[in-house]
């Protein structure tokens, strides 16, 4: 080994783009001890403000953005954004942890690690693609591979012109305790139907859900209180947080309020249904715990690839509202046939070792 030092940049737009670099990082430190691994978000360094603003700036995309930001995330424009990402004040955020191998989770941090290695040189450099569907601005010519969530993507990327040897359909880098315990059940463990709910994330502006939604889902349910119960994750929303505990001392139905979790696997892994907007993070934990996941109302561009690549595999279960989310529940714990067929189906699409497999690509570029 030659070198063991790697830049894994994020930007700070939603959590998937942090969690994914994070998991990388982890497994990078496992199968190489002590190397340096730098993990950070290289437009934060300049605007420390911009995890705040970036997150505002998602949440009213995903309730105001609708038919144009699907347009415009389809096409993608890159002229901007390459103007943008050479901009010497914000290479500078590069200058520390000078990795000969950098990989990158968003197309914007990409770019402007290519614009550094034009300037001052540097290693081999590799996209990460963090969700179920290719947006106009992949591919970025001179990238020297990528990451992609599915055998599917990595079609795209070839048809779009990029080196079918330069694509490696790992998965979205999951944390390792994702990787295969070799336990697996398919399907209802017997008692109550185990239902999770994600509320909310790390960074949650675009969820638009709220306490009344999961107050109209749990009045439309035509279930017994013993057939069903509910875990609700409202990570950093407290205010959403403190009206489940309330909610939870007045509802018929066993219902668990969580904040933030810190065991997302144990999570999945305890509950027999996920309901959750497909999010490219949330899908590939699902699949990777074999865990059929009920679809909130997906927002434009990246959310609806998702949902549209489950349902091409026949996963796409309607949750948009919260009448349809109660029938979804309802079928689940009376049908345990058909929950366990989409049990299967997601596991047969999980890549639980998918941070392993991209971070021995990435060791493998820096020997």
Not at 200 to 206: Q, T
Not at 210 to 238: K, N
Request: aromatic share 8%.
């Amino acid at each position: 080994m030659n070198v063991s030092e790697f830049n894994l940049l994020y930007l700070s737009v939603g959590s998937g783009h942090l969690l994914a670099a994070q998991a990388l990082a982890q497994a990078l430190r496992r199968e190489q001890p002590g190397a340096a691994v730098n993990v950070f978000d290289p437009l934060e360094r300049t605007f420390p403000l911009f995890p705040g603003l970036a997150n505002l700036g998602l949440s009213w995309t995903a309730r105001f953005g609708g038919r144009l930001y699907a347009e415009r995330w389809r096409r993608g424009d890159a002229r901007i954004i390459g103007w943008a990402a050479r901009l010497p004040f914000l290479l500078r955020s590069l200058a520390e942890g000078k990795g000969a191998v950098t990989a990158a989770t968003h197309v914007f941090a990409l770019r402007m690690a290519l614009a550094r290695r034009e300037r001052a040189g540097g290693g081999r450099i590799y996209g990460v693609v963090t969700d179920f569907g290719l947006h106009g601005y992949w591919p970025v010519q001179g990238v020297d591979g990528y990451f992609v969530a599915h055998a599917d993507l990595a079609l795209e990327l070839e048809r779009r012109g990029f080196a079918p040897e330069k694509i490696y359909a790992s998965g979205i880098p999951l944390r390792l305790d994702f990787e295969d315990p070799g336990e697996w059940v398919p399907g209802r463990s017997g008692g109550p139907l185990r239902v999770a709910v994600l509320a909310g994330g790390h960074n949650s502006g675009a969820y638009t859900g709220g306490l009344r939604w999961v107050e109209q889902m749990l009045a439309a349910l035509p279930l017994d209180p013993l057939d069903v119960r509910f875990t609700v994750v409202a990570g950093s929303r407290a205010r959403l947080l403190e009206g489940l505990q309330k909610l939870s001392k007045t509802t018929r139905f066993e219902l668990y309020p969580r904040g933030l979790v810190g065991d997302m696997a144990g999570l999945m892994r305890s509950h027999d249904l996920l309901l959750a907007k497909p999010g490219g993070l949330s899908v590939a934990e699902a699949l990777a715990c074999g865990l059929p996941l009920f679809c909130l109302r997906a927002g434009s561009g990246q959310e609806s690839a998702n949902a549209a690549f489950l349902a091409r595999y026949g996963l796409w279960v309607d949750a948009s509202t919260p009448e349809l989310a109660a029938q979804a529940i309802s079928r689940a714990a009376r049908d345990p046939g058909w929950l366990r067929e989409l049990s299967i189906k997601a596991r047969k699409l999980g890549r639980p070792f998918s941070a392993k497999s991209a971070a021995d690509v990435l060791l493998q570029g820096a020997a």
